[in-house]
Nanobody, 115 residues
Framework: QVRFVESGGGLVQPGGSLRLSCVSS????????VGWWRQVAGKARELAAR???????DYGAFVKGRFAISRDNTKNTIYLQMNNLELGDTGVYYC?????????WGEGTQVTVSS
């Protein structure tokens, strides 16, 4: 069973940065798209960013150029560099695959933006 394990969250002040990491247990990781989602209090989980197996990237409208997704297929790892964080970015961030790469949701990593 494929698993994704997220890390890198923490407490940061508004305007600060964090880099999230997500490691997959799947040796087919390089063959499908992957992405980062977030769930903020009182809202449904929403897609923050995704990257296809060919490297095509899309971002959620709320990102506004502040985040950058990348992947390292040699390490089965996805990254999310988050800059200029805002109070509204507070939430739990999850990663997952698309299509055949879809797995059960992991525990996520908590991001808290607070002054």
């Amino acid at each position: 069973q494929v698993r994704f394990v997220e890390s890198g969250g923490g407490l940061v002040q508004p305007g600060g940065s964090l880099r999230l990491s997500c490691v997959s247990s799947d040796n087919q990781f390089s063959t499908y798209g992957v992405g980062w989602w977030r769930q903020v209090a009182g809202k449904a989980r929403e897609l923050a960013a995704r990257i296809s197996n060919r490297g095509t990237i899309d971002y959620g409208a709320f990102v506004k150029g502040r985040f950058a997704i990348s992947r390292d297929n040699t390490k089965n790892t996805i990254y999310l560099q988050m800059n200029n964080l805002e109070l509204g970015d507070t939430g739990v961030y999850y990663c997952n695959g698309f299509g055949k790469g879809t797995a059960s949701w992991g525990e996520g990593t908590q991001v808290t933006v607070s002054s």
